[in-house]
């Protein structure tokens, strides 16, 4: 157990490192910014064996993606869950706390709850900005 929680919390460290501090600010006044959180995040769920969608729109004049992914049920279910959290960052800081830590706990879900055997589904928002959120 103890070994488990080390691991868990180097995964979420590693997480906000890739987005606070390799990506950094993330917004639309950084033009590469958003797309590489955008992919990174694409990338974890994709190796957590999610199928991966996105919702593309216009904002201030660049197209941002909402990066979605569903985690699915045990058994058939119509009702499902929706974890969301935002990637994007208040200009010129970088997100640790709002909102990279959040991301992190979504990619670790992503990772380790397609093992369990759930009743819901769970369909994951990584939207860029929450005000927008879809």
């Not at 959180?37 to 969608?53: C, D, E, H």
């Not at 919702?55 to 499902?80: D, K």
């Not at 992503?110 to 819901?120: I, Y």
Request: glycine content about 4%; proline content about 6%; hydrophobic content about 40%.
């Amino acid at each position: 157990m103890e070994s488990e929680l080390y691991n868990l919390q180097n995964s979420l460290r590693g997480h906000v490192h890739a987005l606070a501090v390799d990506i950094g600010s993330r917004t639309p006044f950084d033009p590469s910014s958003l797309p590489r959180a955008a992919n990174y995040i694409r990338s974890v769920l994709a190796r957590a064996g999610l199928s991966v969608t996105e919702q593309s729109y216009q904002y201030f004049g660049q197209q941002v993606t909402n990066v979605l992914a569903t985690i699915p049920s045990a058994v058939e279910a119509s009702a499902y869950y929706v974890v969301g959290a935002h990637y994007d960052t208040v200009p010129e800081t970088p997100g640790a706390d709002d909102n990279a830590s959040a991301v992190a706990v979504m990619l670790e879900l992503a990772a380790r709850l397609p093992q369990s055997d759930l009743k819901v589904s769970i369909r994951l928002s990584n939207r860029h900005c929450p005000a927008l959120a879809v």
